[in-house]
T-cell receptor, first 113, second 117 residues
Framework: GNSVTQMEGPVTLSEEAFLTINCTYTATGYPSLFWYVQYPGEGLQLLLK?????DKGSNKGFEATYRKETTSFHLEKGSVQVSDSAVYFCALSGVTGRRALTFGSGTRLQVQP | GAVVSQHPSWVICKSGTSVKIECRSLDFQATTMFWYRQFPKQSLMLMAT?????????EQGVEKDKFLINHASLTLSTLTVTSAHPEDSSFYICSASSDRGKNSPLHFGNGTRLTVT
């Protein structure tokens, strides 16, 4: 079946550090890939997405590239801020027409001033 | 942007009672809504897919008689946890989309924390 694997957290960084959160997936066909963010006390928000191989999604300084050859969609940001502290979820959808998202386990990011 | 409102945000109930959670799309018509459950420090697990005007499709292992889903209009879906037990305590989240395209964005509610005592 479909699955998403994320690096375990928490990830603790100092402000302005470089961020990478690894995400790999298993799916038949060609899924769409997403990163969602959940700030404390809030619901999930779409951060970025990519719908086909080699696409790069980007938003708010975050980037992720759909790598079909390595089945990966790693999230990166060059310089994190305290306000980026949240839980980040990698997800996929669209396999065999299924629209529901399959989520990874989430990675908590803590950015210290 | 599109807003999904989920109510209540938290609820405490006694074992054996039923609890209804509402999910509303405020500024768009949601043809499909999804209900997820999130255990502490774990990911979201899909419980069921709700299509307006038809029966919900439940994921394997989810008891349809215990988790009743109704999607009576294009802006409202409800999840009723019947005869709740402490093991049903969890964070329930709905999401909604305005069309059926596989790449159309899903909008999430803020979730409902259910505690069964």
């Amino acid at each position: 079946g479909n699955s998403v694997t994320q690096m375990e957290g928490p990830v603790t960084l100092s402000e302005e550090a470089f961020l990478t959160i690894n995400c790999t997936y298993t799916a038949t066909g060609y899924p769409s890939l997403f990163w969602y963010v959940q700030y404390p006390g809030e619901g999930l928000q779409l951060l970025l997405k990519a719908t086909k191989a080699d696409d790069k999604g980007s938003n708010k300084g975050f980037e992720a590239t759909y790598r079909k050859e390595t089945t990966s969609f790693h999230l990166e940001k060059g310089s994190v801020q305290v306000s980026d502290s949240a839980v980040y979820f990698c997800a996929l959808s669209g396999v065999t027409g299924r629209r529901a998202l399959t989520f990874g386990s989430g990675t908590r990011l803590q950015v210290q001033p | 942007g599109a807003v999904v409102s989920q109510h209540p945000s938290w609820v405490i109930c006694k074992s054996g009672t039923s609890v209804k959670i509402e999910c509303r799309s405020l500024d768009f018509q949601a043809t499909t809504m999804f209900w997820y459950r999130q255990f502490p420090k774990q990911s979201l697990m899909l419980m069921a897919t709700s299509n307006e005007g038809s029966k919900a499709t439940y994921e394997q292992g989810v008891e349809k008689d215990k988790f009743l889903i109704n999607h009576a209009s294009l802006t409202l879906s409800t999840l009723t946890v019947t005869s709740a037990h402490p093991e049903d305590s969890s964070f329930y989240i709905c999401s909604a989309s305005s069309d059926r395209g596989k790449n159309s964005p899903l909008h999430f509610g803020n979730g409902t924390r259910l505690t069964v005592t």
